[in-house]
Nanobody, 127 residues
Framework: QVQLVESGGGSVQAGGSLRLSCAIS????????LAWFRQAPGKEREGVARIHDSSGSDYYVPSVQGRFAISLDNARNALYLQMDSLRPEDTANYYCAARRYTGTWCGIADSSEYTYWGQGTQVTVSS
């Protein structure tokens, strides 16, 4: 059974940094897409960044490009999101997610494609 547990959220002033962690267990298939999503109050859940475990290929949405960095440890035990130059609009509940890689693009436009989810960790950025 795949389990994802996020940690590392908190409150920070604009311009500050946070590092989110996601402890992973139960991955048994050869290859996965792993991603970070976020959801602000009253808004839909949106993909932020993703990484393909086998190739290391990563992708970021334009709003976080150059400020956030996603990484995965070699044993696939933990997923990270380093967030720098945080802005008030980054305030949201952040979730890690995983799905089996099926040979196509590891997209993050559609959260329903992801099978496994953590419980979320809150990030609050004040101005």
């Amino acid at each position: 059974q795949v389990q994802l547990v996020e940690s590392g959220g908190g409150s920070v002033q604009a311009g500050g940094s946070l590092r989110l962690s996601c402890a992973i267990s139960g991955l048994t298939q050869r290859s996965y897409c792993l991603a970070w999503f976020r959801q602000a109050p009253g808004k839909e859940r949106e993909g932020v960044a993703r990484i393909h475990d086998s190739s290391g290929s990563d992708y970021y949405v334009p709003s976080v490009q150059g400020r956030f960095a996603i990484s995965l440890d070699n044993a696939r035990n933990a997923l990270y999101l380093q967030m720098d130059s945080l802005r008030p609009e980054d305030t949201a509940n952040y979730y890690c997610a995983a799905r089996r890689y099926t040979g196509t693009w590891c997209g993050i436009a559609d959260s329903s494609e992801y099978t496994y989810w953590g419980q979320g960790t809150q990030v609050t950025v004040s101005s």
